[in-house]
């Protein structure tokens, strides 16, 4: 039987994925994770000189792959990290940072992300716990704390390592932390808590006493829209998304209802357009969805893909989704403020199936 080279391996990956513009793929360490050092070794050693365009997180357990390729043409890469037993994995929205909450009372860890490279991991100064975590629109900040606790920190990513700027604690009659979200400075959070049935959230300013944004269900996720200064919440039990303004009596809150739970399935996450002038409902368990225009008021449903773990933007605007249980699989979307067009990313062909494609 003819041997297969490496170069001849990385030129038959370069032909079935049609990539050009040959770069270094290097690892600059390794993380936690079962064979995450073997693994990185292996890929140092084959040089396959593949492009890294970004990176994506998916699967149970997470574990972080690269994108491979060119933006026009992108494979999904081998696991090269993987998040600690109950822990979890969070790109930044550039791509330049990735947080690694441990599980187990485990220390929150950092990684820097570069084009093809991935740092080694240090731990967060302060030995937090966290098990839920956010970034700021732009990544410049982030907001973590650990669901069962009352602390919560905000993380400055402005130095040569991540460092709390300031942190408070919830009030002690609080229900658990369901969800967070900052903003670009690091100086407002918002923060959601929940028994499961009945929770609020508030809005933390540095210096200020907190504020009551709204009342809800179930706030399950939060998102912070940096150009209008305005808040976006999931309510999972109300089945509902609220975008608001201010707080307290100051409050502007507009509620967007969601499809028939019964036929589609709960809510799970809501965003608005790039282009901000339009929102997009999201029922992830049925990948069904539904866009509201702001202008016209014009209701558009569509088909989304079974993916919820979002690992920040490549350029143009495409956001990187990933699957959070079964098979390890990615998607390009733009939600650009029409349908949503996905681009799914195939897996990168195995060195079997590359020996045999290029003996054929």
């Known amino acids: 039987m003819r041997k297969t080279s490496i170069k001849t391996l990385a030129q038959g990956c370069a032909a079935l994925c049609l990539m ?14 079962d064979g995450a050092v073997e693994r990185v070794r292996a890929a140092q ?4 000189a593949v492009p890294v365009a970004g990176y994506a997180v998916s699967g149970s357990p997470q574990c972080l792959r690269p994108l491979l390729g060119t933006p026009g043409a992108l494979a999904l890469g081998e696991s090269v990290f993987s998040a600690p037993e109950g822990g979890f994995l969070l790109v930044s929205p550039d791509q330049r940072f990735l947080l690694i909450g441990g599980g187990s009372g485990s220390a929150l860890n950092w990684a820097p992300l570069g084009p093809g490279s991935v740092g080694t991991p240090a731990e967060v100064a302060g030995s937090i716990v966290a098990d839920l975590a956010a970034f700021s629109p732009s990544g410049q900040s982030a907001v973590v704390a650990s669901s069962g606790a009352k602390k919560i920190r905000v993380l400055s990513f402005a130095g040569p390592a991540p460092a709390v700027s300031y942190e408070f604690e919830l009030d002690a009659s609080s229900a658990t932390v369901s969800a967070l979200a900052v903003s670009d400075d690091g100086e407002t959070v918002a923060a959601g808590t929940s028994d499961g049935t009945v929770g609020l959230v508030q809005l933390f300013v540095r210096g200020q006493a907190p504020v009551q944004l709204l009342q809800a269900g179930n706030p399950a996720v939060i998102r912070y829209d940096g150009q209008a200064a305005r808040w976006l919440i999931v309510d999972s039990v109300r089945n509902e998304a609220i975008l608001a303004a201010g707080g307290g009596s100051e409050q502007q809150a507009k509620v967007f209802a ?11 996450d809501a965003r608005i357009s790039r282009d901000g002038r339009a929102i997009y409902l999201i029922h992830g368990s049925t990948g069904q969805a539904e866009t509201v225009n702001f202008d016209s008021g014009a209701v558009t449903r569509f ?3 079974p993916a919820a773990i979002e690992s920040g933007s490549l350029p143009g605007g495409l956001l990187v989704l990933g699957t959070a249980s079964g098979a390890p699989r990615v998607w390009l979307v733009d939600f650009g403020g029409g349908e949503p067009v996905a681009r799914y990313v195939p897996p990168l062909p195995s060195e079997s199936a590359l020996a045999q494609e290029v003996r054929q």
């Open 45 to 48: 050693a084959q040089s396959l």
């Open 303 to 305: 088909a989304v893909p």
């Open 20 to 33: 050009s513009g040959w770069g270094g793929l290097a690892w600059a360490g390794a993380g936690p994770g």
């Open 258 to 268: 969601g499809l028939d739970p019964d036929e589609v399935g709960p809510m799970s």
